[in-house]
């Protein structure tokens, strides 16, 4: 379903060093800065098909975060779930909501969940769905 | 690398309207759960749009994007036209967007809270 995902932060290089080390937990590679055509600069993360992107806004104001809004990372494990909170916990992130833990997700069955707000205050939640 | 993205309402109505129409031009199905409505599974990701958990006014943010993948350049058009056509606003009309050497045709749109997407494919008529 997914291209990608872009998030906006008002501090590149936090953010880089950030989602290097969380999503180093999934797996993938360090981010690649680029610059767009408008001089902004971004930070790629290619992994499993998908792209995660953080971004300088290119209309200049401010980034801030949409509230009612979460972005769900896919993770192989319970332990990954959780490693995923940790991480970013331990590099500045806000832990969110219930511990990380098995919850009943009702209809989708018991869910593998985590939930932190990285350093700009987007909402990222780890999901692991264990097989049917 | 995504299981799901969910976006804030302020008008669970309004914004159903939009992404049912604008999914179903990707043709990715939909349905309700209360007053959310969600697209797709987690086989290939789920999108969901609802009122915030917190009860506060759902906010767009600025610099966030959300990329959809659409199989063809027809339905990347169809994609934003249903948008246009059912309380979205427009935010970049289809065409080509290349970047370095890979080749996409895309579209952007606002949906009726002002969150910013985008629908992409690679599969580029030359």
Request: aromatic share 8%.
């Amino acid at each position: 379903m997914f291209s990608h995902v872009m998030l906006g932060t008002n501090d590149l290089d936090r953010a880089k060093a950030f989602y290097d080390k969380v999503l180093g937990v999934l797996g993938a590679r360090e981010g690649s800065i680029n610059v767009g055509k408008g001089g902004h600069h971004r930070v790629f993360y290619m992994h499993g098909q998908n792209i995660f992107i953080l971004t300088q806004p290119i209309n200049d104001e401010p980034a801030d975060c949409a509230n009612g809004m979460t972005i769900g990372f896919a993770c192989a494990s319970p332990e990954q779930v959780k490693e995923l909170h940790d991480v970013a916990v331990a590099n500045g992130g806000q832990s969110i909501e219930d511990p990380p833990g098995l919850r009943d997700g009702g209809a989708l069955g018991p869910l593998h969940l985590s939930y932190f707000r990285d350093l700009d205050g987007h909402k990222i939640c780890a999901l692991h769905r264990p097989a049917a | 690398m995504f299981t799901h993205v969910v976006v804030g309402t302020n008008d669970p109505e309004a914004s159903a309207r939009f992404y049912d129409a604008t999914f179903g031009a990707l043709g990715i199905a939909g349905g309700r759960s209360g007053s959310s409505a969600y697209y797709g599974g987690y086989d290939g990701g789920f999108f969901s749009v609802g009122p915030p958990r917190d009860g506060e006014a759902a906010t767009h943010a600025n610099g966030g994007t959300i990329g959809l993948s659409a199989k063809t350049q027809s339905e990347v058009d169809a994609w934003h036209a249903a948008g246009i056509a059912n309380g979205g606003s427009d935010e970049g009309a289809p065409g080509r967007r290349d970047m370095g050497p890979n080749k996409l045709y895309g579209a952007y749109l606002r949906d009726p809270c002002g969150n910013k997407i985008c629908a992409f494919t690679t599969n580029v008529d030359d």
